[in-house]
Structure formats: structure tokens, C-alpha cells
T-cell receptor
């Protein structure tokens, strides 16, 4: 069975501080992993994706994620938080039939000025 | 030049009514999806079509019926609406049905059933 677990439904960081959002996956085959961001009252926007080309993946808006097979993790980081980063972040795995996405429960990021 | 569009953005209706949500993508993609996001923001797939053919049909009540008139459109019709149907419904599309394809999401339709 495919699934992702996001630890921490709410994360608060100060502006300029490191952002770390955690995602662990469960997959019986090499996974395809994604991070999406959802701003209030909007759809989901792709931040980055892992498709086995490189373990460190760089995305938009200064975000990056590292795939660690030994830890079954794909944590999202950003060196310095901006106020505009405040949003809901979703980790997802693509598996099964027809590119079905299994989403984590989301992490709400608050940036404190 | 919106990639994935949905109409309407908001839908407020009474229990028992029938309603439809429309989705269109101009990306030339073959595969389209419907997701439901509940009040706790959990996203779950409902249906997927590839080139007008149903390929994913999760355990969704048969009051929900998707229709794909062509590969650029995927509509969702809901019969006999219930309070529990209140949610945000997202349409998405991808180049194809192969695992690892990025999905592009629409802005969502917030359905409120009174």
C-alpha cells in the first residue's frame, strides 16, 4: 500500500528562520514523490518532485527536498522563511493505477514576523 | 490563459438538489482527475479519466457521476446532495496516466450543502 505521513499539522517559524516540513512515505516500489503548496482559497501548485534522477531536488521559491531511501523520507526545507511562504503544504506519492496521488494530511506553515 | 479552470467557484445549494461542476484544461493533457478536499483539508481522489475513458473510480457514492465529453473536459454531476458532500472539489490534469506525471490543479469549487 502507498501512503505518506506528514509529521506536524502546524509548524510556526520566524521570518528568516529555517523551514523544515517532514514527509515520510510508504511504498512497495521506488516512489514518485511530490510537494505541493496551497495558498488560501486557491488550488495546489507544484513546488518540486522526485522521480529518481537526483536525491536532492530543487524547486520553486527557494524550496528543496532530499530523498532518503534509508529513512523513507522526503522532507521539504527552505533556508530562510518569508512571510509569503505562509500556506498549507502537501506531500504526495504517485503510485498504483493511473498516476493516482496519495496525499498526506498537510502541514500548515505560519511565518511570524 | 488559465491552464485548468473550474466553474463555478462557489456553489451553495439545498439538500436533495442535483448540481454539476465543470472542468476544462487547455494544456493538451490526456488525463484528468477529480479530488475532494474535506474540512480538515484532506485530499482524496474520486475519479480519473484518460482520453475520455474512466481509469480510476474510488469508493464514491453512485450519486456522483463524472462525464468526459472530450479529453479537455471532465465534469462532475452530483445527484441528491447531502450535507456530507460539502467540501472543496478540485479538478486536475496530467500529461498521461503514468506514475510520476505532475498533476496541474484547478482553483477549486467550494460546495456548501444546506
Amino acid at each position: 500500500a502507498q501512503s505518506v505521513t506528514q509529521l506536524g499539522s502546524h509548524v510556526s517559524v520566524s521570518e528568516g528562520a529555517l523551514v523544515l516540513l517532514r514527509c515520510n512515505y510508504s511504498s512497495s516500489v521506488p516512489p514518485y514523490l511530490f510537494w505541493y503548496v496551497q495558498y488560501p482559497n486557491q488550488g495546489l501548485q507544484l513546488l518540486l518532485k522526485y522521480t529518481s534522477a537526483a536525491t536532492l531536488v530543487k524547486g520553486i521559491n527557494g524550496f528543496e527536498a532530499e530523498f532518503k531511501k534509508s529513512e523513507t523520507s522526503f522532507h521539504l526545507t527552505k533556508p530562510s522563511a518569508h512571510m509569503s511562504d505562509a500556506a498549507e503544504y502537501f506531500c504526495a506519492v504517485s503510485a498504483g493505477t493511473g498516476n493516482q496521488f496519495y496525499f498526506g494530511t498537510g502541514t500548515s506553515l505560519t511565518v511570524i514576523p | 490563459d488559465t491552464a485548468v479552470s473550474q466553474t463555478p467557484k462557489y456553489l451553495v445549494t439545498q439538500m436533495g438538489n442535483d448540481k454539476s461542476i465543470k472542468c476544462e484544461q487547455n494544456l493538451g493533457h490526456d488525463t484528468m482527475y477529480w479530488y475532494k478536499q474535506d474540512s480538515k483539508k484532506f485530499l482524496k481522489i474520486m475519479f480519473s479519466y484518460n482520453n475520455k475513458e474512466l481509469i480510476i473510480n474510488e469508493t464514491v457514492p453512485n450519486r456522483f457521476s463524472p462525464k468526459s465529453p472530450d479529453k479537455a473536459h471532465l465534469n462532475l454531476h452530483i445527484n441528491s446532495l447531502e450535507l456530507g458532500d460539502s467540501a472543496v472539489y478540485f479538478c486536475a490534469s496530467s500529461l498521461g496516466p503514468w506514475n510520476g506525471n505532475e498533476q496541474f490543479f484547478g482553483p477549486g469549487t467550494r460546495l456548501t450543502v444546506l
